[in-house]
């Protein structure tokens, strides 16, 4: 099976070489390496080869592109599964330093997942969190006896930030909202002094919950300087000074991380508990440290627009 | 010239065709590019996003009609045929160093070519006189305005006590300049009311750029164009004169040469009279010699008067060569071999 896909691609696109390196992952090909992916979705795989496409018009930023065959397509169908093929890049590079690059490729998603909305809103990964929910769930977990203290610490605070969430989606509903293939701050490579960013081959996202996820990364990784500077480069390309900004905020405001940890807690041992506890209270200072550093440089940015 | 940093620099966009330069060299505005699948020209330029799209389309279209004379584009392995890196756009094409297979001149090919592509790419557009209007009053505005900045150069010079040896040059061209500003207004006039009485206007896919330096050779001694970067829909008249602008400047220019390359355009398409106006209209108002006058004008500092004089007389003696052409080009067509001889074919006639 893997023999006869290996002969195909190599006739589709006429490589005079190809053997697995990985298999069903990289080939050896007399072009270099590549990657091959399968796909059983064609609207997920024209998602995918469509944001790759978009993003890499025009910017010094390359993205992992379908190549195209012989034929130029982009893609072959094996009986009802498509493969597609892609370079294989492995030198990463880090977030310090790359801040520019970055800020490029994340304005170029941004600028694309709102483009592509319309036509790909119907397979996105919708957002499932609730506030209201994870009270609910709170409630269940005291009439059962248990208390969080640490749950319970950030309570209030996680109220206040669900209702400026609230007010600010309020205020900018209608404003569509950016699908998103996962961010990765590991798929950040270079080839030949080229940033090249490999995607994935999931849904789409809607929202900014990836870019938030994505940004506390990067903040544990670099240094508040360095988060500026990338959010600096990200308005260059895309604006943050606008509704969408705001909505980042929102979205860096929302107490997800509370939501996430009582999910976690729902399903988990007793001896899960305390390590699970444990993340969330990073995770909710390392939250607190991004949504200070981010009302900090949208203050900075109003304020040389006021001056 | 080889460019060891050129490699590193070309890296990025070489990336996208698969390349891996051993060695780059700079021949003339391309790269010559040496890999280990051969060798290819990489073109550096600067075009917008509509720019490029219009002119992979004007690739694509020109292959899909039958036009194949061109040095082709290869895809980058995204399918793009353009690749922009920084504030450039490049494409790459095969490395074409082969020598004519035919003693034709460079000129001959060209505009032979030139023809092919007007031929197949020839559209009578729907006649809208506001368009032609439009056209004509623009041209004659921007004419008139050229002319009166000229007139004003020359009465300034004649004022001087002392005059340049580039201004004396100009003052004893002057009428006659002023003379060919008023023929080429008074063709164009000719063009504009043939049009709107035949109510007719034909568009072609111009090259914009027509030059005996975008003519290459294949292997096997083929003649292929370079460069579509300028395409534009327009009428044929504007590759031409174009064309014939460039010609007369060969130091070997002849008449002859002028009258054969004419010949060979006719022979595939045969302009029409309201064309033929137009491009001895194009061909006689003296823009080079007013160009000449904004350099020396523009750029005191950075040639000598000798060379600014130098430069006008060529290019007087450029317009010379023109205005023989013109004549040769308004020439009516000899009657065809049947009528040549009236009597005969009344005598022929039954009735």
Redesign the interface.
């Given at each position: 099976m893997t023999m006869a896909i290996l002969e195909q691609i190599a006739e589709h696109y006429q490589l005079d070489h190809a053997e697995w390196k990985e298999e069903n992952k990289v080939i050896s090909t007399n072009?270099?390496d590549k990657q091959v992916r399968f796909w059983a979705e064609e609207q997920l795989l024209n998602w995918h080869i469509e944001w790759r496409?978009e993003v890499?018009?025009?910017m010094?930023v390359?993205t992992d592109?379908?190549?195209?065959t012989a034929n130029?397509n982009?893609w072959i169908a094996s009986g009802t599964t498509y493969i597609t093929l892609h370079?294989h890049v492995t030198t990463t590079v880090p977030c310090a330093g790359y801040e520019e690059n970055w800020g490029q490729l994340i304005g170029g998603l941004l600028q694309t997942g709102i483009k592509l909305h319309d036509k790909y809103k119907e397979i996105a990964v919708k957002n499932d969190y609730s506030f209201k929910k994870c009270l609910e769930r709170l409630r269940k977990y005291k009439e059962e006896g248990a208390s969080f203290e640490s749950v319970k610490k950030c309570l209030l605070e996680a109220d206040k930030r669900q209702k400026r969430a609230l007010e600010l989606t309020e205020t900018f509903r209608g404003i569509p909202l950016p699908l998103l293939d996962r961010l990765d701050g590991r798929k950040g490579k270079e080839?030949?002094?080229?940033f090249f960013y490999e995607g994935g081959t999931a849904r789409p996202e809607l929202g900014y919950r990836s870019l938030r996820i994505f940004l506390i990364k990067w903040l544990n990784n670099s240094s508040p300087y360095s988060l500026k500077k990338l959010l600096t480069c990200i308005n260059d390309h895309f604006s943050l000074e606008t509704e969408h900004g705001f909505l980042l905020l929102a979205e860096i405001l929302a107490p997800i991380e509370l939501y996430e940890c009582l999910d976690r807690l729902q399903e988990s041992e007793l001896s899960e508990m305390m390590t699970i506890l444990r993340n969330f209270e990073q995770d909710w200072e390392r939250n607190r440290v991004l949504l200070h550093h981010y009302t900090d440089w949208l203050d900075e940015k109003r304020r040389k627009v006021a001056l | 010239m080889s460019f060891p940093n050129e490699v590193q620099n070309y890296g990025p966009i070489l990336f996208q065709y698969d390349l891996y330069p051993e060695r780059i060299e700079a021949v003339g505005k391309v790269k010559k590019v040496i890999t280990k699948r051969g060798t290819f020209a990489l073109k550096e330029t600067k075009m917008n996003e509509e720019e490029r799209r219009w002119f992979t389309h004007v690739i694509q279209r020109l292959s899909e009609i039958g036009y194949h004379r061109m040095v082709p584009l290869y895809p980058t392995k995204y399918g793009d045929y353009t690749v922009q890196y920084g504030n450039n756009v490049y494409y790459l094409m095969p490395w074409f160093s082969g020598t004519p297979r035919t003693s034709l001149s460079r000129e001959d090919d060209l505009i032979g070519e030139i023809a092919k592509i007007h031929v197949l790419t020839l559209k009578e557009q729907d006649f809208s006189p506001e368009v032609v209007e439009q056209s004509y009053h623009y041209l004659m505005n921007r004419w008139e305005g050229r002319q009166l900045e000229m007139e004003r150069f020359a009465e300034e010079a004649e004022r001087k006590l002392y005059m340049s040896p580039f201004e004396l040059t100009y003052l004893s061209h002057f009428h006659e300049m002023m003379r060919m500003a008023e023929e080429a207004k008074q063709r164009l006039g000719e063009w504009y009311n043939t049009c709107q009485s035949e109510k007719r206007y034909r568009s072609v896919l111009c090259n914009g750029k027509v030059s005996r330096n975008h003519v290459l050779f294949s292997h096997h001694g083929e003649v292929h164009l370079l460069n579509f970067e300028k395409a534009v829909l327009d009428t044929p008249v504007r590759d031409l004169a174009i064309f014939f602008r460039k010609a007369v400047h060969s130091p070997t220019w002849k008449i002859e040469d002028g009258m054969r390359y004419f010949g060979i355009y006719q022979a595939r398409l045969p302009l029409l009279d309201e064309e033929k106006s137009l491009l001895v209209s194009y061909l006689s108002f003296p823009e080079p010699l007013f160009h000449s006058v904004d350099m020396y004008l523009n750029n005191r500092g950075r040639f000598t008067q000798l060379e600014m004089v130098h430069r006008l007389e060529r290019r007087i003696s450029a317009l010379k060569r023109i205005t023989e052409l013109c004549g040769f080009i308004l020439m009516p067509p000899p009657p065809p071999e049947n009528e040549a001889n009236p009597n005969e074919q009344t005598n022929q006639n039954p009735i």
């Open positions: 072009l270099g496409d890499a018009l025009g010094n390359a592109r379908m190549l195209r130029q982009p370079d080839i030949f002094n080229l | -």
